[in-house]
């Protein structure tokens, strides 16, 4: 139920200051894997599989470049045909730097006042699930727990799907509810928002009765409805409703915006409530000569903080080898700037200025537009009448690397145009059926 299309957040990233390392990472895969080959040898009516992936994010950049590592495991047992059980594990390792203060082109203090944080950090996150299938329907719940050095998330989902005319359609009805916390720096009770302070680490974040950090609530609902359609054996469609509400602290407790011309800086300042709302259109086309599918899409969003957005995506896959396949991928993406963005808060209306009593930092809701050009290799292999090794009755494996432009029209750090606006993203994968 993804409603950003930008990467970073995908990947787990807030741009913002952390000083926490990386803890110890990869014990609980190698538990999964343990717990599935037993699973595997105890059980013979049971089937296990583990899926492993491993994504790479590299935004280069002199003074704010960003990395995130992101692996991940997930186990699946099925103790019937009509139940399957999942847990999986994910952690987003993040290190790299940001800019700390967003300063416009008419402000005095020039990018000088543009300042380094260093982001280093590590999400973890638990989570499970439990899905019931019976002959066309299929329930599914589940739920996740997310910690890291200055965020917690807790959530919980639920779908139901079932299919009609002899398996031709397919309709599914999707809810998930988020509970976050953010820690924030401890303002002094009714200081106006022009005065607070932007916070410069996660030390003291979550700690009893800390005299120095706050805690802010997240709320988030989600609602998805789908539609799935084979209109030929050749041909299907899908359309996809989404809808999202948000309450909360919305701004990054880290990034300060420039105010005055003498370079005074205040926290970022966002609305505290958000509705989005995205409906897309996918297509999927199997050409027979080629051997080869074709698949487009088109996706329309819009919030009410007047952002508007167009993605549109084109997608070819084809068997090179019966084992083999090669998928290439092409997304363009363009959106509108919120109604309160503006470059320069420094200034006076109606070219710069403060766009009522809000002000930004952020990067994604100015104008931009995006392009991704990627491709990915999977290969299949079964298992005969023999298990491969001697363990495994299915084995899967994927190599992808995408690479990323961005173009900002209305958005510099004191006057100059970011630097960091290409980035790579590798990944590698690996599932395993016991």
């Not at 139940?83 to 290190?95: M, R």
């Not at 988020?178 to 002094?188: P, R, S």
């Not at 706050?214 to 409703?241: G, K, N």
């Not at 990323?404 to 590798?426: H, V, W």
């Amino acid at each position: 139920m993804r409603t950003s299309p930008d990467p970073r957040r995908a990947a787990g990233i807030r741009r913002s200051g952390s000083n926490h390392p990386a803890s110890r990472r990869g014990l609980l895969a190698l538990v999964l894997t343990t717990v599935a080959w037993l699973l595997a040898r105890t059980a013979g009516a049971q089937a296990a599989e583990v899926d492993s992936r491993v994504t790479l994010f590299h935004e280069p950049a002199k003074g704010s470049s960003m990395t995130v590592y992101t692996p991940s495991t997930d186990l699946t047992v099925r103790p019937w045909d009509f139940l399957a059980v999942t847990g999986g594990w994910e952690a987003d390792i993040v290190s790299g730097a940001s800019e700390r203060v967003k300063t416009g082109p008419l402000s005095r203090a020039g990018p000088d006042a543009i300042t380094g944080a260093s982001v280093n950090d590590v999400r973890h996150i638990g989570r499970g699930s439990v899905t019931v299938r019976r002959d066309a329907t299929q329930l599914r719940a589940g739920g996740s727990v997310s910690v890291e050095n200055d965020y917690k998330s807790n959530a919980v989902h639920a779908s139901a799907r079932t299919d009609l005319f002899q398996h031709s359609s397919q309709l599914e009805i999707a809810y998930a509810r988020n509970w976050d916390t953010v820690c924030d720096l401890a303002h002094a009770p009714n200081t106006d928002a022009t005065l607070r302070q932007p916070l410069d680490n996660s030390t003291g974040c979550f700690q009893p009765n800390s005299a120095t950090r706050s805690e802010a609530p997240i709320r988030t609902d989600a609602l998805q409805l789908t539609w799935s359609q084979a209109w030929t054996p050749v041909l299907t469609t899908q359309v996809v409703y989404t809808g999202q509400l948000q309450a909360g602290l919305l701004s990054d407790p880290y990034r300060a915006v420039s105010l005055s011309p003498s370079g005074q800086y205040a926290q970022e300042h966002h609305p505290e409530n958000r509705a989005r709302q995205a409906i897309a259109l996918r297509g999927a086309y199997y050409v027979r000569p080629l051997k080869g599918a074709v698949r487009a899409g088109v996706r329309g969003y819009r919030d009410t903080w007047h952002i508007m957005s167009g993605t549109f995506e084109l997608e070819g896959e084809k068997y090179i080898f019966p084992w083999l396949r090669l998928r290439v991928t092409g997304r363009y993406y363009r959106q509108t700037a919120a109604l309160f963005w503006s470059d320069d808060y420094t200034g006076g209306e109606p070219q710069y200025g403060p766009r009522g009593q809000y002000w930004s930092g952020d990067r994604e809701v100015s104008p931009f537009s995006s392009y991704l050009a990627g491709a990915r290799a999977v290969g299949t292999w079964a298992a005969g009448e023999r298990r491969i090794v001697g363990i495994f009755e299915g084995l899967q494996a994927g190599l992808g690397f995408d690479v990323l432009f961005y173009g900002y029209s209305d958005f510099t750090l004191g006057g100059r145009k970011p630097s960091d606006t290409t980035a790579y993203i590798g990944s590698l994968s690996f599932t395993a059926l016991f």
